[in-house]
Nanobody
Framework: QVQLQESGGGSVQSGGSLRLSCEVS????????MGWFKQVPGKEREWVAT????????TYADSVKGRFIISQDIDKNTLYLQMNSLKPEDTAMYYC???????????????WGQGTQVTVSS
């Protein structure tokens, strides 16, 4: 059973920055994807960013492009989300996820953390 644990959330003012971390117990997939998602009460979970095994390909939701950076530290089994120029609309519970790449583009996420809250005030 893969375990993921997010940390680094908090409350910041608009324009501020946070770095979320996700410690992963193991990555038992030959073609792994790791990603970040966000969710607010009453809304569907939204994809934020993904990093894939192939050349560390990184993709982002349009809403965070140019502001967020997804990265990983293989030695530490840790995924990061650097969040810059935060906006109130970024307020959400952020979840990290691990899964398998099922083709060149798509990932099947199967393992999830418990989430870390990010609150951005105007």
């Amino acid at each position: 059973q893969v375990q993921l644990q997010e940390s680094g959330g908090g409350s910041v003012q608009s324009g501020g920055s946070l770095r979320l971390s996700c410690e992963v117990s193991s990555v038992p997939y030959s073609r792994p994807c790791m990603g970040w998602f966000k969710q607010v009460p009453g809304k569907e979970r939204e994809w934020v960013a993904t990093i894939k095994d192939v050349n560390g390909i990184r993709t982002y939701a349009d809403s965070v492009k140019g502001r967020f950076i997804i990265s990983q530290d293989i030695d530490k089994n840790t995924l990061y989300l650097q969040m810059n120029s935060l906006k109130p609309e970024d307020t959400a519970m952020y979840y990290c996820a691990l899964g398998r790449r099922i083709n060149w583009v798509d990932c099947d996420y199967s393992d999830w953390g418990q989430g870390t809250q990010v609150t951005v005030s105007s």
